[in-house]
């Protein structure tokens, strides 16, 4: 596996799916509580820099074990997971290549935090995509109509 794991060639990917770790209900996680700062709609500061930490944590855990290259590493998540792709991505550049993010959001408590990375502003490595319904909850998105 660690011979493939540094190849070049795209045909070699492992994706892993790491689960949030606070119970939201039932068979539910989520990365961070949402919370109110300053009149605003943020996450829980204590709990997102926790979850940054473990994310960080697992991509570290990965490379040692398979010995991945470190350069080929993609975060991508949805909703929260989003939130969490570019927390980590934009305040730890130097060991993520890109970003795939889902209806996230970059909270205003954490903007002070980024760090410039040349590697995240190439077109090729970020996907954004935005949806109008939480599809678990069936809420609107501000911003959008009934008829989205």
Same mark, same amino acid.
């Given at each position: 596996?660690?011979?493939r794991a540094r190849s070049p060639s795209p045909r070699y990917r492992l994706v892993v799916s790491a689960r949030a770790p606070y119970v939201?209900?039932?068979?539910?996680?989520?990365?961070?509580?949402d919370a109110t700062v300053n009149g605003r709609l943020d996450g829980d500061p204590q709990q997102l820099a926790a979850?940054?930490?473990?994310? /960080?944590?697992?991509?570290?855990?990965?490379?040692?074990?398979?010995?991945?290259d470190r350069s080929r590493v993609y975060l991508v998540g949805f909703s929260q997971g989003a939130t969490m792709s570019y927390k980590v991505a934009l305040t730890e550049p130097a060991g993520i290549k890109g970003i795939g993010v889902m209806s996230g959001a970059i909270f205003p408590s954490f903007l002070h935090t980024l760090k410039r990375s040349p590697k995240l502003v190439a077109?090729?490595? /970020?996907?954004?995509?935005?949806?109008?319904?939480?599809p678990h909850t069936g809420q609107l998105r501000a911003g959008c109509s009934p008829a989205s």
């Open positions: 596996m660690p011979d939201l209900g039932e068979g539910s996680y989520e990365w961070f509580e979850s940054r930490a473990r994310i /960080v944590r697992v991509v570290d855990e990965l490379v040692k074990k398979y010995g991945f077109p090729e490595s /970020v996907y954004f995509a935005w949806g109008c319904r939480q």
